[in-house]
């Protein structure tokens, strides 16, 4: 059950390495971490976050204020970056703007941005949250979509995916079937989270949040480290090119185990790499380069590791990146998709930043360092809350 | 495009409406609309210390969808889901919220992590023991035609099964007063690809942008309405807006049924009864 592959033409993304692709391929050269101690007004935690810097100077253009917030301000900063407004501007002219469909990631759209109007609220001892709410468009899940249809000139069938972080992962998989079902031409894809005191604080109270740079796939381990990010991707349905990076296959699954914590044999990750690997039909050993969800987490790390242990006989060179970039939660699935998609441009697979001491019960060992290879099939993973799970696999066709 | 599917089965919970045969006899004027509160919900397919703390949204949508496998007596194991809702649970964000504006902050770890849009979801697969893919989606006052196309290419490209729920319920009143939905609502189809199952209905859909004035749909558009009461549960909450289509299906009035979609466009669902002419 093989799908068509889907041509990716332009693609870009933010987050605490900086603004496009140069600023994070540079950081993962280098070995510059993005992760800073949280230094977010209002929170009072001792956590590092992967924070974009000056978010707050970068309005909306003119005409979208209303849609004004910390999520959708990282949104239009993205768009901006690596030429993507221009391809999306081509792709109108193309196919015309109905003929483009838009399916984002979010796990807590604008919820910062309500968070402030109830702190406003208990600070003036007024009744109401405020005009400046805007709920529609600032904070209800749609908002993003709502946001980048109106900022792009989108016509074509939308939806805003939100299961937690796996959701701009699984949008690959919506595009797909939109694609193949001939609701659209083109799609774009991709999702944005930010920063809040919800998440933040959220995971503190579940004793998911280190009080240290994350540590993914470490045997000391102490959880995760928040970021914020957005990435889009443009897919095209044109006839595959050997020497141009297309989505090859995806696959999802549930844990049926528990909201948040993973299945303790990692069976829902086995089911997602599986079912992804059937749609690119691909035998695992063609995995060049897994990008690992890789979380930081015990019960995280350890799930993943025993769902590859059920796919692969061999296990790929493989990292996890959100020791560059934190977890940026709802865009972590495009921000690593973007990864993947640099690694197959540039020919280097990027080191798992911050490991430590290899954990020995962890079968998959994972890149130490940074090494010069020219993948031509990568995988990677993103699972979340209420057990979902998405595998991509990316590549060169044929 | 138009994409052809069968509805299987229905499920429905809404104040006053409580499963699909009694509501389908009020659609077609046979037992009149009484607005009655909602019965308390009980989620039974969780285990019983989940099924205690269930949030209002995952009773809701969860009884919806028990309705809709039980009365197909399908295996919910075996069915990816679709779970569309503009705002999830506004009750939990008024919560967390409200304990973030605290000095000190004062969040509770369950209140979070049933935050995520896919709590319900989560639920329903845990209390099903289903591991299918399942995705939440929103598309704000779109988002019940959003979730039944998503359900067409899942059925054209992945599965030939699929369970679609539908929902969406009042906030708190500070919340309210941004986000307001009029009635609780959850609407759960189950709906299928192969043509030779038995159904209630068979629909073809098509999206249409609202530059386009004509409806491409075979069918006459069907000029039924609702009843009062229903209109205003339609036009107050996303997920009811799927009542006309089940109008049309109580009534058994072949036509094309115009489901809100974005920016003014409509999803045109092309509703018959008979099987294809193969």
Redesign the interface.
Known sequence: MS?EPLSVTAFTLVNALGLGCTATLEALRDGRSGLTHCDLPEI?LDTWIGRVPDLESAPLPAGLEIFDCRNNRLANLTLQQDGFDREVERVRARYGP?RIGLFLGT?TSG?EH??A???R??RSGTR??GDD?R??HT????SL??FC?SRLGI?G????????CSSSA?VF??A???L????CDAAIVGGADTLC??TL???A??ELLAPEPCRPWGRDRRGIALGEGAGFVLLERIAPDPDRPALLGYG?????????SPHPEG??PA?AMR?ALERAGLAPGSIDYLNLHATGTPANDRAEDLGIAHCFDRPPRASGTKGWTGHTLGAAGVTEVVICLLTLEHGFLPENLNRGERDPDLKLDVLEAGIDLEPRIVMTNSF?????NASLVLGYPG | ?M?DILVRSVGIVAPGLTDWPSTAAILRGEVRYRPERLPRLAPMLLPPNERRRATPPTRLAMEAARQATEAAGADPRTLPSVFA????DLDL?DR???????H??A???TL????????V???W??G?????????????DA?FA?GL??C???L???CERILLVAYDLPGPP??D???HFAHPFACALLLARDQSQHALARIALN?S?P?DPAPSGSGEKTADALPPELEAMRSGNPAARVLPLLLAMARGHAGTVELPY??G?TLNVDLGFEPHAE
């Open positions: 799908i009072a109905e796990s919820l309500t968070e109007a109830y702190r609220r208990a109401d949250l709410l709920f529609d904070h209800s899940n749609f979509g709502a249809r016509g069938p939308t939806q805003v995916v939100s299961t937690a699984k998989a919506t797909s079937r939109h193949a079902s001939g609701l005191a919800t604080h959220g995971f109270s579940l999802e699954s549930s844990d049926a185990h528990h909201i948040s069976l829902g089911l079912a979340g809350f209420g057990g979902t | 495009m994409l809702s503009s705002d999830g964000i967390l919220c409200l304990g973030i504006a605290q000190p902050v969040l509770s770890p979070f992590h049933n935050s995520v849009h896919n709590a979801a989560g639920y697969s845990i099903s023991g289903c591991m299918e893919p399942s995705t939440s989606l929103a598309a704000g988002t959003a196309l998503e067409a290419t899942q054209a490209t992945d500070s919340l007063a941004h986000r999206a942008p530059t974005l920016d466009g």
